[in-house]
């Protein structure tokens, strides 16, 4: 997994995470915490509602919001894309926020005076998307209980929600039924998209410092680069083994000039014909001096011509590898562009 089509959700798990170290290191986790009495009854300072959804207060809670976002935030910003993601965490963080406030003023007398600090209503709301939209990947048992690949998921999320009952639990419910509200439209949520200036000023200050969100190359051979593991051994041996070594890969074609290659290959295919330099390497290459190849096909000398035109950086051998691994010459110039398409990423 990566953050690949998914720069809201590294934004926000990246200034999140900011935020609460920040807030640690300075000493002003306090000005995040939320409590009724005597916060908002006797002082007034209803700025705590908008102020304690930045930062998280422990490094626990935050590291569990960390895991769920990344679980689950990227999947369900893909799923919106990121303009009405970035809209539905905006919408969502204003609705919770009224609802918590709420909350407070109509269940305090139960005993709900104060609620957790950090967007963890946020993560509730994002968690139901999740749910909602992405549907289970595979099942499983567990002693005759039936789960499947969303369970670690929820236990996480069951861990962060009763963690400082009640305020974590309430506000764990109200994370819900926001993301409810909204998938819902009751009131016409949905069609909300942030402006045009802000997204043009995110793109141009924010998203630069994000990074990068390729996911990470992975090699497309179908056998170990044993050359390079070799490679301390002797510059000289390394570099014979490399321009000696067959390319064999698993990447699928690139589509870019592959129509015309092939018609070309094919071409030089039609009037084609052995000669008997090119039997006798092939028999030096194979150990047989039989006259049979054991089902290694002989290319003939026009292909091999060919395809060094077409691929002037890639060594004889190498073609010649190739052709005689391959059906046809096109079977040889696919292999081929596989390498090369392997070599510039």
Not at 77 to 106: D, H, M, N, P, Q
Not at 223 to 252: I, L
Not at 291 to 320: C, K, Q, Y
Request: hydrophobic share 45%; net charge positive; with cysteine.
């Amino acid at each position: 997994m990566s953050f690949e089509y998914a720069p809201v959700t590294k934004g926000l798990m990246t200034g999140l995470a900011l935020t609460s170290i920040v807030a640690g290191v300075f000493d002003i986790k306090h000005y995040f915490h939320l409590q009724l009495v005597p916060h908002i009854s006797k002082y007034h300072q209803y700025w705590r509602l908008g102020l304690h959804n930045i930062a998280f207060a422990n490094s626990s809670d935050l590291f569990l919001a960390e895991l769920i976002l990344f679980q689950n935030g990227v999947q369900v910003e893909r799923c919106f894309g990121s303009l009405k993601y970035a809209s539905f965490i905006l919408v969502s963080t204003l609705l919770s926020t009224l609802l918590e406030f709420i909350a407070l003023l109509l269940f305090h007398r139960v005993g709900l005076n104060h609620l957790s600090s950090g967007p963890l209503a946020l993560v509730f709301s994002v968690l139901y998307q999740y749910a909602r939209i992405i549907p289970p990947v595979y099942e499983f048992r567990v002693f005759g209980l039936a789960l499947n690949n969303k369970s670690y998921i929820h236990a996480l999320a069951l861990q962060l929600a009763v963690a400082r009952l009640p305020g974590s639990g309430a506000t764990a419910l109200i994370g819900i039924l926001a993301g409810q509200m909204y998938r819902s439209d009751l009131i016409n949520l949905k069609s909300y998209r942030i402006g045009l200036t802000t997204v043009n000023f995110a793109t141009r200050f924010i998203r630069p410092y994000l990074g990068s969100n390729r996911p990470p190359r992975r090699s497309n051979r179908a056998f170990p680069d044993t050359s390079r593991r070799g490679a301390g051994v002797g510059s000289s041996q390394s570099s014979q083994s490399v321009q000696n070594e067959e390319v064999v890969t698993t990447a699928r074609p690139s589509s870019t000039n592959s129509s015309r290659i092939r018609a070309t290959a094919a071409a030089a295919a039609a009037g084609a014909g052995g000669t008997a330099a090119v039997r006798d390497f092939v028999q030096g290459l194979t150990g047989r001096g039989d006259g049979t190849t054991a089902g290694v096909r002989i290319p003939p000398e026009s292909e091999i011509t060919e395809l060094t035109n077409m691929f002037p950086d890639i060594s004889r051998e190498a073609i010649i590898g190739a052709l005689q691994r391959s059906r046809n010459i096109e079977g040889a110039v696919e292999t081929l562009l596989s390498s090369q398409i392997e070599s510039v990423h």
